[in-house]
C-alpha cells in the first residue's frame, strides 16, 4: 500500500516543523513549502493526495489559492490551518472550496484524524478516465488504452503515465516524477525514471500511440496530443 502524500503550505517555522514530524510519524508523507509561490509550483509538478493550506502567508492568501484549484476543477482535498476563527472566516473559507478547517492553536493527534478522514473520503468529481488524444487512462482501474485496445502496464509506468496525463501539455521534470510516484523514503536508483519512461513509451508505440510522449532535453518529459 502506497503511502499517502501530502503537502503543507505554512510559513512560520516551528509551527511547520512539528506539523510535518508529528504527521511523519503517523505514516504520512509530508512535503512542506512556506510561500503560496512554491507551494502553487509544488502542485504543479507532483501528485498530492491533500492539501494542508495556511491563510495568512507572506506572499499572499492562501484563499486565492483554493479558488484557482476549484477554478481549474482541481479536487484535491483542502485541510485549511488557520488563526481566523470567526464564524465568517470558517464559512468564507469553506465556500471558497476547502473541505475542512482547523483552528490554530490545534493538538496533533487532532489534525493527523482529520487527516485520516478526509483521505477516506471518495474524491468527488474527479475525472476517472484521463484522455489525450486516442490515448486515455482510467484512474479507477489503472488501465491505459489507445483507441480501444488495453495496453498492459506496471504498477510503476502506470503512475508515470498517469502524473503525465494529469498535466497533459506541461513539461514535468524527472525529480517531479520521481516525487510523485516513488513513495516516501522509497530506494530509487539514479536512472529509474528514465528506464520507466523508456518502457513507458516504447509499450506506447507498440500500441500505436506514437509522438504523444516526449524527451525535452534537458528539462523533462510530457504527452501531448498529436497535431492535427
Known amino acids: ?110 489534525l493527523s484524524a482529520r487527516c485520516r478522514a478526509l483521505l477516506r473520503r471518495p474524491v468527488q468529481g474527479l475525472t476517472p478516465v484521463l484522455s489525450v488524444g486516442k490515448l486515455t487512462f482510467d484512474t479507477s482501474s489503472r488501465q491505459a488504452a489507445y483507441d480501444g485496445a488495453q495496453i498492459e502496464l506496471s504498477r510503476r509506468e502506470a503512475g508515470l503515465l498517469e502524473v503525465l496525463m494529469r498535466r497533459a501539455g506541461a513539461v514535468l521534470t524527472k525529480q517531479a516524477l520521481e516525487d510523485a510516484v516513488y513513495d516516501f523514503n522509497e530506494p530509487v536508483t539514479p536512472n529509474a525514471v528514465e528506464v520507466g519512461i523508456s518502457r513507458l513509451r516504447r509499450k506506447l508505440d507498440d500500441a500505436g500511440a506514437k509522438d504523444l510522449l516526449h524527451n525535452v532535453r534537458g528539462v523533462g518529459y510530457i504527452v501531448k496530443a498529436k497535431r492535427a
Open 1 to 110: 500500500m502506497s503511502t499517502m502524500r501530502l503537502l503543507l503550505i505554512e510559513d512560520n517555522e516551528r509551527l511547520g516543523q512539528l506539523i510535518r514530524d508529528g504527521l511523519t510519524k503517523n505514516g504520512l508523507a509530508v512535503d512542506w513549502q512556506q510561500t503560496l509561490e512554491d507551494g502553487e509550483a509544488t502542485l504543479e509538478a507532483a501528485a498530492f493526495d491533500l492539501l494542508l493550506l495556511d491563510l495568512g502567508l507572506p506572499d499572499g492568501d492562501g484563499l486565492d489559492l483554493i479558488r484557482r484549484l476549484r477554478r481549474a476543477s482541481d479536487t484535491i482535498p483542502i485541510l485549511v490551518l488557520t488563526a481566523r476563527g470567526g464564524l465568517r472566516d470558517r464559512i468564507t473559507g469553506l465556500d471558497a472550496g476547502a473541505d475542512d478547517y482547523l483552528i490554530k492553536p490545534f493538538d496533533i493527534s487532532e
